[in-house]
């Protein structure tokens, strides 16, 4: 097996081992940012420390397979100690909340990571009369293998082969690589007579690359998810786009390097990725017009159309960045390697430069933008360019400077474009008939926002419509909360369900001991079991910024009601962490459950609506609790909700179907719901209902009961209920660029089983 065929095959199955990680890890350390993405970080430090010390030993025999073979071990340990020890480990151990204690349970991943990365490093050992074509290839062939992984992984492999078939797949990805090369392996003489340290100078230019591009690439994912939607497709084609970027600029380094030189290839590259992060900036600014434009071509009939201008559009900000910067690290492999041993300098240089990746990532994430927002992200990331490109001008000219000067007059020419209130708007969830009509944006303009928050993971924004009588709180550019600002008044807030929703758990349930709510959202929901549950409320977000937002001045104007019950002397407990890492890590059981995030095709709520976490639901529920799930129907299938309602039940229960009054979504309730046939009114149930409006009664009965529930799932799941189940969590994410709207067939069908069964006479 060629060196390029392994790396690229270390890069697809690393990818894909990485995508399982994530996921396994994000029910257990929870899905923000310092949950799985400490563990991440962990293993990525292992790769580069695996590459690093193999570029740092003086003797060399060992070759590629042998460290993939050894990595193959690491990865057995690595996924019995994730998939079966670990979720039994964490039960009751509170470390496991706090960073060491994650960074502990982390550390039997880098069984896998290490060996990995010194497989990379020694695949590069090559005669020098090869260093051009092995640091370019080899490079490219690592990042094609890379976005293959990352693509294919959660849109194919997951859906189709379930995750053990994926687990499977790139455990014998592994496996070819680690089978023993035919060609010989050049001895050391071979190789150079003569080996040199790498250049401080290199080392510190790859550090101060990777530093920038993986930070940039953060700002950039964040903000388009808040424009296009923050999707399946927005994550994949950027970590894709971002890859294959760097790809083709490895493969084109040696032309362009030969055409201009070391060292004024180096000057070109750099002060290219300048001039190109303007452009970026300057199209990111541009792109909720780009979108508006796009649905206004498009037209009704969307279909794949506008998934394709989507991806066009991210192509085109973050192609030409990745790009220039894939032209750089290669070159500096080549430098060392012309002079010294290439395995060495690609250790080092590769190594290094995926530490500086994850020390931007960390302080981008962390500190820059939700402290300073995206445009303060962007322009630093534009003046750590210029700084690291400054060297350079010693032996240029003055069109190096000038192409330095251009690239930082455009960065601040673009930032003149940044509007952040239209950036977080969430344009994508505009009415679809206003853009067409050309009136979307103008009544937008008449909204008064009223704060705009960076968030730790997303814009949180609140804003009030005076024409739909509605104050609105966004989260990413989502609607996560709304109320009417005249409650006398027509409203497009969605009252009805989340008032139904917070107090369900009085209604049905026991009405008293611990209520555990998923999401602080708006509040509202918060707010309705405030007034009605007696004992205690505890209530887990992962998005800081929301409770903050709610808690201010303008959370006071806004979200009334909602503001002062998170004040009151009733108030709940407010955690912010993930709910499924929560759940996972303590033993504790609740006499109600209610999880508020409604949308099952997000990336981040998926998780919520499958087995595993209806599982540990049932684990976490006393004798005669209830759990009570929100479910919109607008992005799903009848095959998905079909899964959701066959998973729900399975692991918790009978279920009844609540219908809020004038809504197309429902409400799931499982567990040990108590009969309300015959039960009377609650004067702080009706107190409560009135913020609905006086003309919508309380809807005292179930719409579903578990004998229609079983009648329908009977009709719709068939014998492929097991399967679906199975295949959810990797189902769902890719329904979020369908653009088919199910709700109105859904109900039919639900309505049609709930009057078959009252057509039946009981047994």
Not at 172 to 183: E, M, N, R, V, Y
Not at 623 to 647: C, H, M, P, T
Not at 678 to 704: K, M
Request: charged content about 15%; hydrophobic content about 50%; aromatic content about 8%.
């Amino acid at each position: 097996m060629t060196a390029n065929r392994l790396l690229a095959l270390v890069g697809t199955s690393t990818m894909m081992l990485e995508v399982l990680l994530a996921r396994k890890l994000g029910t257990i350390l929870g899905s923000a940012l310092d949950g799985v993405a400490l563990a991440v970080t962990v293993a990525l430090a292992g790769f580069a420390i695996g590459q690093i010390f193999s570029a740092s030993v003086k003797e060399r025999r060992s070759v590629p397979a042998t460290w993939c073979r050894i990595a193959l071990l690491g990865c057995v340990v690595s996924v019995v100690w994730v998939g079966y020890l670990l979720p039994i480990f964490i039960e009751g151990f509170e470390l496991v909340s706090t960073t060491l204690g994650k960074i502990l349970v982390s550390l039997p991943l880098l069984c896998a990571s290490i060996p990995l990365g010194a497989a990379v490093t020694s695949a590069f050992r090559t005669h020098s009369s090869e260093v051009i074509q092995r640091s370019s290839s080899g490079v490219a062939a690592i990042d094609l293998g890379s976005a293959l992984g990352a693509i294919v992984t959660p849109v194919l492999l997951l859906p189709l082969l379930g995750v053990h078939g994926t687990l499977v797949m790139s455990l014998l990805l592994l496996g070819l690589a680690s089978l023993p090369s035919a060609q010989a392996t050049p001895t050391e003489s071979e190789l150079i007579r003569q080996d040199r340290r790498v250049s401080k100078r290199a080392t510190l230019m790859a550090t101060w690359v990777g530093f920038i591009s993986l930070a940039l690439q953060l700002g950039w994912v964040r903000v388009l998810g808040e424009v296009l939607g923050s999707s399946l497709l927005v994550f994949g084609i950027s970590t894709g786009v971002s890859l294959l970027g760097a790809a083709a600029g490895a493969l084109l380094m040696p032309e362009m390097r030969k055409k201009f030189g070391e060292a004024r290839f180096l000057r070109v590259a750099w002060s290219s990725w300048l001039i190109s992060q303007g452009l970026s900036l300057l199209l990111i600014s541009w792109s909720p017009y780009f979108y508006l434009a796009a649905i206004r071509w498009v037209g009704e009939n969307q279909g794949v159309t506008l998934v394709v201008i989507k991806s066009l559009l991210l192509m085109g900000i973050l192609g030409l960045p990745s790009f220039c910067c894939g032209l750089i690290l290669p070159s500096l492999m080549v430098s060392h390697g012309q002079v010294g041993r290439l395995d060495r300098g690609a250790g080092y240089l590769q190594g290094f430069n995926l530490l500086g990746s994850m020390i931007g990532a960390s302080i981008a994430a962390f500190w820059i933008i939700p402290q300073y927002g995206p445009l303060w992200l962007f322009g630093a990331c534009g003046f750590a360019t210029l700084v690291g490109g400054l060297p350079l001008l010693r032996s240029g000219h003055g069109g190096a400077a000038s192409s330095y000067l251009c690239g930082a007059l455009l960065l601040a020419s673009a930032s003149q474009f940044w509007d952040a209130s239209l950036l977080g708007a969430g344009v994508f969830q505009w009415s679809r008939s206003e853009i067409i009509e050309g009136t979307a944006l103008s009544a937008w303009k008449k909204r008064e926002i009223l704060t705009s928050v960076q968030g730790r993971l997303g814009t949180v924004q609140i804003e009030r419509d005076f024409l739909q009588n509605t104050s609105y709180l966004r989260v990413g550019g989502r609607i996560e909360g709304s109320v009417a600002i005249d409650s006398s008044m027509p409203s497009m807030a969605d009252l009805p369900t989340e008032v139904l929703l917070g107090l369900l758990p009085s209604w049905v349930g026991p009405g008293r001991g611990d209520l555990f709510i998923v999401g602080l959202g708006g509040g509202t929901t918060v707010a309705a079991a405030v007034s009605t549950w007696t004992g205690k409320i505890v209530v887990s977000e992962i998005e800081p910024a929301v409770k903050d937002v709610l808690l201010s001045s303008a959370g006071e104007v806004a979200f009334p009601t909602e503001h002062w019950a998170l004040r009151g002397k009733n108030s709940p407990s407010i955690r912010i962490q993930d709910a499924r890492a929560l759940l996972a890590r303590d033993p504790r059981l609740w006499n109600a459950i209610v999880i508020q995030p409604s949308e099952p095709w997000l990336p981040w709520s998926a998780p919520l609506f499958v087995a595993d976490f209806h599982k540990l639901l049932s684990r976490r529920i006393t004798a005669d609790g209830v759990v009570i799930q929100w479910l919109q129907l607008y992005r799903i299938g009848i095959q998905e909700f079909a899964g959701i309602l066959s998973s729900f039940r399975k692991a918790l229960g009978p279920v009844q179907i609540w219908r809020p009054p004038g809504t197309g979504e429902v409400i799931l309730v499982a567990g040990n719901p108590t009969s309300t046939a015959t039960r009377d009114g609650s004067e702080a149930i009706d107190e409560v209902w009135q913020r609905v409006g006086s003309s919508v009664a309380f809807p005292q009965q179930p719409w579903l009961d578990d004998r229609a529930v079983g009648y329908w799932l009977t009709q719709a799941g068939g014998g492929d209920l097991p399967h679906l189940r199975e295949r959810l969590e990797h189902r769902l994410p890719l329904l979020g660029e369908s653009g088919v709207d199910h709700s109105r067939r859904l109900l039919q069908m639900l309505e049609e089983a709930r009057q078959a069964i009252l057509e039946r006479p009981k047994n």
